[in-house]
């Protein structure tokens, strides 16, 4: 057995530059597909997680009938008394915050510019609202008794030639169906670097936009916050409540986690299609080392090597191809995702956020490390069945025509 | 006793669509302990009956015996187990794998046939030392001379101890002086260990080393002939 790699290790020795090639093709295949998963996990992630702080949170709190698709401002639709309920839910040991939010639709114009944006009343204290606050690129937070200003996203106000202390008209439908008009001064302008977020979503004090939209003391959600994820199904259990519908963040995102499944598929074909690929290599690599060979199978056969143990010396070629490919695949891959962690990978003008689905600019890897070894089991498994077709060539062999070859 | 004998054995190849027969009903019998040339003309099917007696072919009809057996009928794994141990080659070219070291090269037969590391080591020691290369053990075939290479195919070819060993033209791609001491050393081992050579050649100075002489043309056997070795 150890002869055997022995003489398997010289063998790939004969032909250096070869077998370096075919290692590296399977290393670069290998480091590609590390990186990929990486990558799409990475994704998948920064999607979960800026869709859950910046839009669904852990879970919301609505009224039964409340229809996201139309932000309906009637007030059967919305949540009575909010902040009072929102208290009552803060109070809960795994919550961070709980906070009250209106939606209604309007449209902002300066000049002779406008754009159809989504009003999200706040209560601008609630930690609830920290991505926009931390978010801020200039000017001020809203306050709560706020009359006039307004927040609005950096792209948007990049689009309109906007910037703090400049006025814009916002128009806006109200709970009995007219629609208001108001001027209101740019207070800050904020960013959560996920464009698809910031053009779209301006933010009023929660008052202004309840007195805006008549919908005085209403809400379109209570906006809950916890310490951990996982806590959801224990504390909305707590809530249980005929008079309203809770949303949990799987239900609210259901999108991202079908994306991610069906990202996890198509990932597979990849993985196989690449391996594939680099198995050809590894291939050609084997078939002509056989040929070139075929002498010394011919001697090797008649000193008596049975046909088994000389498709065992190539498939030992082909593990250790299988090997070095995959370690030097996982220091390249590795170096590429470690690098892509740091540093992240700008997809900001790719970036689509359809179906409630948000990604922010600068999308980091990470690391996986059931994918990576999936995909290196995967990597070897591919290589020694590429071996074994040259290596039952070789087994295959006449020994007096082995011989009978010009090398 | 017979090491081998061939009875009435024909081979014929199909070269394209044109049908060959390198043999046209060959019979011999060669005794244990004999220094045999097969000599003949290129063609005259000198390789083909070698790769028969070395169970490397079969035949096309007759039989082949080795040792008492018959191989003719034999497998491929079978015959593999025929040739290790029971019949060494020495080949035109030398055929020594280029990876391995003269030791390694001797050592292969002997790891085929699952010999211990200490019982390995003392028979390539031998066997370095029957073909005065002792100190040449560790290099490999590209920085050894061709007589050397040769020599190292003998001392592989002796390892597993075996009754019978068939050489095809050893000496061809030699100069005068490697010919002649690749022969002498073969000469001596079949004296010292009694194993059977069975040499093909047509080169009358090795000729001349033989004890026995058997003539191929055209697929049969010309003659047959117990010449005395000259020296």
């Given amino acids: ?274 391996l594939v690929v680099t198995a050809t290599v590894i291939i050609n690599t084997l078939i002509m080392a056989v040929f070139e060979r075929t002498r010394e199978i011919g001697i090797l056969s008649a000193i008596g090597m049975k046909g088994r143990r000389i498709m065992a010396m190539f498939l030992a070629e082909s593990s250790i191809l299988a090997v070095g490919g995959i370690l030097l695949g996982l220091v390249l891959g590795l170096l590429v995702v470690a690098y892509l962690e740091r540093n992240g990978f700008y997809v900001g003008n790719m970036a689509v956020g359809g179906g409630g689905f948000l990604i922010r600019d600068t999308v980091y890897a990470k690391f996986s490390l059931e994918d990576t070894i999936y995909v290196s089991i995967m990597a070897f498994v591919v290589t020694l069945l590429a071996g074994l077709y040259p290596a039952v060539l070789a087994a295959r062999m006449e020994p007096v025509e082995a011989l009978r070859a010009e090398k | 006793m017979e090491v081998t004998k061939i009875e009435n054995v024909t081979r014929t190849f199909m070269i394209g669509k044109v049908e060959t027969e390198a043999l046209r009903g060959v019979s011999l019998s060669i005794e244990s302990g004999e220094f045999t040339a097969l000599v003949g003309p290129s063609g005259s099917g000198k390789t083909t009956l070698l790769q028969l007696i070395g169970c490397l072919d079969q035949p096309t009809s007759g039989h082949v015996y080795i040792n008492g057996k018959d191989v003719s009928r034999l497998n ?52 370095l030392e029957a073909v005065d290369l002792t100190n040449r053990a560790h290099h490999r075939p590209d920085q050894l001379s061709g007589g050397e290479q040769q020599r190292v195919a003998i001392a592989r070819a002796l390892a597993t101890k075996p009754s019978l060993i068939l050489a095809d033209e050893p000496t061809a791609n030699l100069d005068t002086t490697n010919g002649q001491q690749v022969m002498e050393i073969m000469t001596r081992l079949n004296q010292e260990t009694g194993v059977t050579f069975i040499f093909a050649t047509h080169d009358p100075r090795v000729v001349k080393y033989a004890r026995r002489v058997v003539t191929l043309r055209d697929g049969l056997v010309a003659e047959n002939s117990h010449a005395m070795p000259v020296q």
Avoid at chain 1, 25 to 50: C, P, V
Avoid at chain 1, 61 to 77: C, P, V
């Fill in chain 1, 1 to 274: 057995m150890i002869q055997l790699f022995r003489m398997a290790f010289r063998d790939l020795g004969r032909n250096r530059r070869r077998t370096f090639f075919s290692i590296l093709a399977l290393a670069m295949g290998l480091a590609l597909l590390i990186t990929m998963a990486s990558f799409i996990n990475g994704e998948m992630d920064n999607a979960m997680d800026t869709t859950i702080r910046l839009q669904s949170g852990h879970f919301q709190i609505r009224a039964q009938n409340y229809d996201e698709r139309k932000t309906s401002l009637k007030w059967e639709d919305l949540i009575e008394n909010p902040t009072q309920v929102a208290e009552q839910i803060s109070t809960l040991e795994p919550v961070i915050a709980a906070s009250p939010r209106l939606f209604a639709s309007g449209i902002v114009a300066s000049r002779n510019q406008s754009a159809g944006v989504q009003i999200v009343g706040i209560d601008p204290a609630s930690k609830t609202n920290d991505p926009y606050r931390e978010g801020l690129v200039s000017g001020e937070f809203l306050t709560a008794d706020d009359r006039e200003g307004i927040l609005i996203g950096r792209p948007l106000a990049e689009k309109m030639g906007l910037g703090v202390g400049d006025q814009i008209n916002l128009t806006a439908n109200t709970s009995n169906g007219d629609v208001s008009e108001q001027l209101f001064t740019i207070r800050g302008i904020y960013s959560t670097e996920t464009r698809v977020f910031d053009t779209a979503i301006v933010f009023l004090p929660l008052q202004k936009a309840q007195a805006m939209t008549r919908t005085e003391n209403h809400a379109s959600t209570i906006f809950v916050l916890l310490k951990d994820k996982d806590q959801t199904d224990a504390v909305i259990k707590a809530l249980q409540s005929s008079s309203y519908k809770i949303l949990t963040w799987t239900k609210m995102n259901e999108i991202i986690i079908q994306t991610e499944n069906l990202a996890n598929s198509y990932m597979s074909l990849f993985y196989l299609i690449v």
């Fill in chain 2, 76 to 127: 491929r794994n079978q015959r593999a187990d025929m040739r290790r141990g029971t019949i060494g080659f020495i080949f035109q070219f030398f055929a020594l794998i280029p990876t391995l070291s003269a030791y390694e090269n001797i050592e292969m037969p002997l790891l085929l046939n699952h010999q211990s590391a200490s019982e390995r080591r003392e028979r390539i020691q031998q066997l």
